[in-house]
């Protein structure tokens, strides 16, 4: 799997989790201090995340990371 692709599952995880809780995208970069845009590309696959910023988004979805990264 490249790594492009990677990107794609876990932002489709991330979205997957978040529509599952019943955030909006706007209501979710607020609590990762963000804004709409960002979890849009996010959710897209298009950012290289550091591990710092992938355990603020799953601290934000109540996730541990290796829960994010299985799915």
């Not at 019943?22 to 201090?33: D, E, N, P, R, V």
């Given at each position: ?6 990107r ?10 978040r529509?599952?809780?019943?955030l909006s ?18 959710e ?10 992938l ?5 934000a979805?109540?996730l541990d ?7």
């Amino acid at each position: 799997m490249q790594t492009n692709e990677r990107r794609e599952r876990l932002g489709a995880a991330i979205r997957q989790e978040r529509v599952q809780q019943h955030l909006s995208q706007t209501k979710f970069a607020y609590m990762i201090g963000s804004d709409q845009s960002y979890v849009s590309r996010l959710e897209r696959g298009e950012y290289n995340l550091k591990f710092d910023r992938l355990c603020e988004i799953a601290d934000a979805l109540n996730l541990d990371v290796s829960e994010l990264l299985s799915r």
